[in-house]
């Protein structure tokens, strides 16, 4: 089929490049050129593993292209509208500025096509009622909307895309519209149903909801478990064994229960209040005043982690020289949008330390972008003359750092495991102190 994506973020880049993965023929639309020419050559414009591959292999055969003209998007039957909905300056809702200016630029291109009805579907993440109000303007064209929430984790996205645990269709009210689109995305995703992945037919509302309900649960579970940990630092406790000891439970699960400094990213935080926002719209705002309790709990982290270094530092952090293992808000990835642990560098920093930051992808990105930032190589330099190391995003080269070699290059070994994601035995008995979160 002929597809275009809309978007070509760390969702739609991904997105476009599995779509041709799966056979389709796809046309990527951004308003950004340097990432259309990235793309075009078939290079990543952020890391993702397994990503690059993907978009090499279909730019090569003619199967993917990128452009900054919507004009190139004429002739596909479906358009995937994948762009993002950061939270508005100065306020908690989405910002759905791009999302309306995707819509605004395709409503020209829509309408009859020779293979079948033409199809527009939502993949952003927006406030529920959206989608309604789009179907208003798309209907007039003879297009049909689809909202197709999207589940993808960075850092596994090649995968979640290809293999999704779900796909959830929300569609028109029309009986006729709604079996005419379903018709038309399955056949688009005819690969993956028939490896007998779940599809959940829905009304737009449902599918909007969806996509911000699993959010905001898996930040629940997350600021649950933080919780926990505090309780744990009052008490003696470990967190760690209390997650594993839970999370047996298989009503519970033992995943999302990791304590630590807690979630970032461009989507947790900002779908959390984006949702809160619309709740109070609605004048249901009550129904998730907990999610206030949730965003408090994870930025609690965040001040827990400086407290702690300050008070070991001996009250202040001026003439001191703090190591930052992490940047991204997540291993495996360079995405630094409302990352724990550059805001936690920041704070730092800006309570007068020397602040060294490594990490093996944002690294260099985050020199680009901020020229004054003291980036190092990788964990040794960062951590030369250092009065405390941070471990703030686990990735895997620094969960093998070997704590004897280290220790030769700090001025005191002390380390503070902000993810719990070293041994506290190993690094103690390599003349360490290990400090980690909610164990002793
Ligand atoms: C999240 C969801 O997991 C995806 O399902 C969703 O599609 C995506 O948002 C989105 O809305 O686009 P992502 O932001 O890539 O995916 O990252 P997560 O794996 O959810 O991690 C979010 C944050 O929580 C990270 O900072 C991570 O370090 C933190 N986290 C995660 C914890 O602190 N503890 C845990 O146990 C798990």
Same mark, same amino acid.
């Given at each position: 089929?002929?597809?275009?994506?809309?978007?070509?973020?760390y969702?739609?880049?991904v997105?476009?490049?599995?779509?041709?993965?799966?056979?389709?023929?796809?046309?990527?639309?951004?308003?950004?050129?340097?990432?259309?020419?990235?793309?075009?050559?078939?290079?990543a414009?952020f890391h993702e593993p397994g990503f690059?591959?993907?978009?090499?292999?279909?730019?090569?055969?003619?199967?993917?292209?990128?452009?900054?003209?919507?004009?190139?998007?004429?002739?596909?039957?479906?358009?995937?509208?994948?762009?993002?909905?950061?939270?508005?300056?100065?306020?908690?809702?989405?910002?759905?500025?791009?999302? *309306?200016?995707?819509?605004?630029?395709?409503?020209?291109?829509?309408?009859?096509?020779?293979?079948?009805?033409?199809?527009?579907?939502?993949?952003?993440?927006?406030?529920?009622?959206?989608?309604?109000?789009?179907?208003?303007?798309?209907?007039?064209?003879?297009?049909?909307?689809?909202?197709?929430?999207?589940?993808?984790?960075e850092?596994?996205a090649?995968?979640?895309?290809?293999?999704?645990? *779900?796909?959830?269709?929300?569609?028109?009210?029309?009986?006729?519209?709604?079996?005419?689109?379903?018709?038309?995305?399955?056949?688009?995703?005819? *690969?993956?149903?028939?490896?007998?992945?779940?599809?959940?037919?829905?009304?737009?509302?449902?599918?909007?909801?969806?996509?911000?309900?699993?959010?905001?649960?898996?930040?629940?579970?997350?600021?649950?478990?933080?919780?926990?940990?505090?309780?744990?630092?009052?008490?003696?406790?470990?967190?760690?064994?209390?997650?594993?000891?839970?999370?047996?439970?298989?009503?519970?699960?033992?995943?999302?229960?990791?304590?630590?400094?807690?979630?970032?990213?461009?989507?947790?935080?900002?779908?959390?209040?984006?949702?809160?926002?619309?709740?109070?719209?609605?004048?249901?705002?009550?129904?998730?005043?907990?999610?206030?309790?949730?965003?408090?709990?994870?930025?609690?982290?965040?001040?827990?982690?400086?407290?702690?270094?300050?008070?070991?530092?001996?009250?202040?952090?001026?003439?001191?020289?703090?190591?930052?293992?992490?940047?991204?808000?997540?291993?495996?990835s360079?995405?630094?949008?409302?990352?724990?642990?550059?805001?936690?560098?920041?704070?730092?920093?800006?309570?007068?330390?020397?602040?060294?930051?490594?990490?093996?992808?944002?690294?260099?990105?985050?020199?680009?972008?901020?020229?004054?930032?003291?980036?190092?190589?990788?964990?040794?330099?960062?951590?030369?003359?250092?009065?405390?190391?941070?471990?703030?995003?686990?990735?895997?080269?620094?969960?093998?750092?070997?704590?004897?070699?280290?220790?030769?290059?700090?001025?005191?070994?002390?380390?503070?495991?902000? *993810?719990?994601?070293?041994?506290?035995?190993?690094?103690?008995?390599?003349?360490?102190?290990?400090?980690?979160?909610?164990?002793?």
């Amino acid at each position: 089929m002929r597809i275009s994506v809309i978007g070509c973020g760390y969702l739609g880049a991904v997105h476009a490049a599995c779509m041709a993965e799966l056979g389709h023929d796809v046309v990527g639309i951004d308003v950004d050129p340097a990432k259309v020419a990235l793309l075009s050559q078939g290079r990543a414009p952020f890391h993702e593993p397994g990503f690059e591959e993907v978009l090499r292999r279909n730019v090569e055969a003619g199967q993917l292209r990128f452009s900054t003209d919507f004009a190139d998007l004429a002739g596909a039957q479906v358009h995937f509208v994948g762009v993002g909905t950061p939270q508005v300056q100065g306020g908690y809702a989405a910002d759905l500025t791009y999302v *309306r200016d995707a819509f605004r630029s395709l409503l020209p291109f829509l309408g009859e096509h020779p293979d079948g009805p033409m199809l527009v579907v939502g993949k952003s993440t927006v406030p529920v009622g959206t989608a309604a109000s789009l179907a208003a303007q798309v209907r007039p064209t003879g297009a049909h909307l689809v909202w197709n929430p999207e589940f993808l984790r960075e850092g596994f996205a090649v995968q979640d895309t290809i293999t999704p645990d *779900r796909i959830v269709y929300g569609l028109p009210a029309d009986p006729a519209a709604a079996d005419a689109a379903r018709e038309v995305l399955d056949t688009v995703y005819a *690969r993956l149903l028939e490896q007998d992945i779940p599809r959940l037919v829905t009304d737009y509302a449902t599918a909007e909801l969806v996509k911000v309900a699993a959010n905001s649960f898996l930040a629940t579970k997350i600021s649950f478990i933080n919780a926990m940990a505090e309780l744990c630092e009052a008490t003696g406790a470990d967190v760690t064994q209390l997650a594993e000891a839970i999370g047996y439970d298989d009503r519970i699960g033992r995943k999302f229960l990791r304590a630590g400094i807690g979630f970032g990213g461009g989507c947790l935080p900002k779908d959390i209040r984006a949702f809160m926002a619309r709740a109070g719209e609605l004048g249901v705002d009550q129904a998730l005043t907990f999610l206030r309790e949730v965003d408090s709990i994870n930025d609690r982290r965040r001040d827990h982690i400086v407290n702690l270094a300050r008070e070991g530092l001996g009250g202040t952090f001026e003439n001191k020289t703090v190591a930052v293992l992490g940047a991204a808000f997540k291993p495996d990835s360079d995405d630094m949008r409302n990352s724990p642990a550059l805001d936690i560098a920041a704070r730092i920093a800006g309570e007068g330390a020397t602040v060294v930051i490594t990490d093996p992808a944002a690294g260099p990105r985050l020199q680009a972008e901020r020229p004054s930032a003291n980036v190092a190589p990788d964990a040794h330099a960062a951590a030369a003359g250092a009065d405390v190391v941070l471990l703030l995003t686990e990735w895997q080269q620094f969960k093998n750092l070997d704590p004897a070699t280290l220790k030769d290059v700090v001025t005191t070994p002390w380390i503070i495991d902000g *993810r719990n994601a070293l041994d506290p035995a190993t690094w103690r008995a390599a003349g360490w102190t290990y400090t980690g979160i909610g164990r002793p």
